[in-house]
């Protein structure tokens, strides 16, 4: 059976967001770590829609975690994480 992957373009600031969500996971971070480097040191990642909903998991323990200040507003990185869950997203 053929993989079907689907392609993220990420920025090299979104790429660190997501190798620190995910470090926990070799598997993953590997996956990271061997994707293609686009312009400005951005990935262009190519995940299959599993692989992409677990990122997404990943992605939003870290948002729970570190993506708001002590009033519960969106910090930088929590808007950058926020980001990524969307652009992740495979509908």
């Known amino acids: 059976m053929a993989r079907h992957l689907h ?3 990420l920025s090299s600031e979104e790429a660190v967001h997501l190798s620190e969500a995910v ?9 990271i770590h061997s994707a293609e480097v686009g312009l400005g040191g951005g990935l262009i990642l190519e995940l299959e829609l ?4 677990k990122v997404r998991e990943y992605l939003t323990e870290q948002l729970a975690k570190t993506g708001f200040d002590k009033d519960y507003l969106l910090t930088k990185e ?5 980001a990524l869950i969307d652009k992740l997203y495979i509908g």
């Open 50 to 53: 599993e692989t992409a909903a």
């Open 7 to 9: 392609k993220f373009t």
């Open 78 to 82: 929590g808007a950058i994480l926020e």
């Open 23 to 31: 470090s926990e996971d070799e598997i993953l971070l590997a996956t």
